[in-house]
């Protein structure tokens, strides 16, 4: 029997297409996602008044105008902003206006508005992500490119910068969460990684390859020093840094039937043993409708993993395209789900009782 199993929390209000993509506020209680139906879902979460249930609620929708499918969402660190990228080619800022005071002077809930529209893309957006301190942007695109933005006073942006590395559709972009480190992932199997010269440009410092077929999805370990990546091939790898620019596959996981979309590190509830260092929870879903989730250790040097819990038919027949843990205190163990028949759904991850 495995250690934990996965309990549903919630099922969401659904989109009228399909869902794309879930991301968690990290300062507020509040979970966005998107879908082909091009608009953005906010929920508000709290502890229930009468059990120890958590609570859901459809807290506002976001019709963002976008003229197709909206495939991302990223909050900004302080959690006061939301990104959008777009099949349309575009990325939205969203900002929410300060409600006007009520009689009994509780605010109302202000307004989502645009603030900004950024352009430059071909072609459709695929994914975007502000960095650890939320000074940069990156977007990355069907067109190949990965672009880097600086966020300016007054939700102005400018483009600083235009990677070309890839040689086909990028699919992910992901910051390094304490440094300015960012990684993308796209259909031609690599993975590049790219840092800043102050003197010059951003560069690709490092090409990841071992994936087989196109790399959907990134994931930075809590620790600082892994990359996750999964892909077409059905796999997840795991990469160690082992210098200040150099990093090494160190484990590959595998058992997905079809192709792995959509991985996240979180915390986990989990404690590592003398002589090991605790890694963290890794999920991962694609199509085949399962999420998996392992424990990661590593000792002397070397990365393990356990399997601990899976679910099958997590979104019935449909293929799940994204899942994300909770990264705020208290809620290591909750994550969400997006798929492909427009269901949002929440789950906890809680240990067996073992005799």
Request: aromatic residues 10%; glycine residues 8%.
């Given at each position: ?7 549903p ?5 659904a ?26 879902r ?6 229930s ?21 909206v495939?991302?969402v ?6 006061e ?19 006007e005071?009520e ?10 508005e645009?603030?900004s529209?950024l352009?430059g ?25 990965v672009?880097i933005?600086?966020v ?10 235009v990677?070309?590395e890839?040689?086909q ?7 390094h ?7 993308s ?19 690709c ?58 991985i996240?590190?979180g ?18 879903a694609g199509g085949?409708?399962?999420?998996r ?26 293929d ?9 205190d ?18 906890e ?7």
């Amino acid at each position: 029997m495995l250690a934990y199993t996965l309990y549903p929390i919630a099922h969401l209000p659904a989109h009228d297409d399909r869902a794309w993509h879930v991301a968690w506020n990290p300062a507020k209680p509040l979970l966005a996602s998107c879908s082909a139906d091009k608009n953005v879902r906010l929920y508000s979460y709290a502890p229930s008044d009468t059990d120890a249930k958590i609570k859901f609620s459809l807290y506002h929708v976001i019709p963002t105008g976008h003229t197709k499918t909206v495939r991302g969402v990223a909050w900004s660190p302080s959690g006061e902003t939301l990104a959008t990228a777009s099949f349309d080619s575009n990325i939205g800022i969203w900002e929410q206006e300060v409600g006007e005071n009520e009689s009994d002077g509780e605010p109302n809930k202000g307004e989502w508005e645009c603030a900004s529209l950024l352009e430059g893309h071909e072609t459709e957006c695929k994914s975007v992500g502000y960095s650890c301190t939320g000074n940069m942007l990156a977007s990355c695109s069907r067109d190949k490119t990965v672009w880097i933005w600086e966020v300016l006073p007054d939700s102005d942006f400018e483009c600083v910068s235009v990677l070309m590395e890839h040689t086909q559709d990028v699919k992910c972009v992901a910051w390094h969460p304490t440094e300015e480190i960012l990684a993308s992932a796209s259909y031609d199997d690599t993975i590049k990684l790219y840092i800043d010269d102050p003197s010059d440009d951003w560069y690709c410092f490092s090409t990841l390859t071992g994936h087989t077929s196109t790399v959907w999805s990134l994931a930075w370990s809590p620790t600082h020093s892994y990359l996750a990546s999964s892909s077409d091939d059905r796999t997840v790898r795991i990469w160690k840094r082992v210098g200040e620019h150099k990093w090494e596959s160190a484990l590959v996981l595998d058992g997905h039937g079809r192709s792995v979309y959509s991985i996240s590190w979180g915390r986990g509830k989990g404690k590592a043993v003398k002589g090991e260092e605790y890694l963290g929870w890794l999920a991962s879903a694609g199509g085949d409708g399962v999420i998996r989730i392992w424990e990661l250790v590593e000792r002397e040097g070397v990365v393990c993993s356990e399997l601990i819990t899976s679910l099958s038919k997590s979104h019935g027949v449909h293929d799940v395209n994204c899942i994300s843990f909770c990264s705020r205190d208290g809620f290591e163990g909750m994550l969400a789900t997006a798929g492909d028949e427009g269901q949002i759904a929440v789950w906890e991850i809680r240990p067996n009782c073992t005799k």
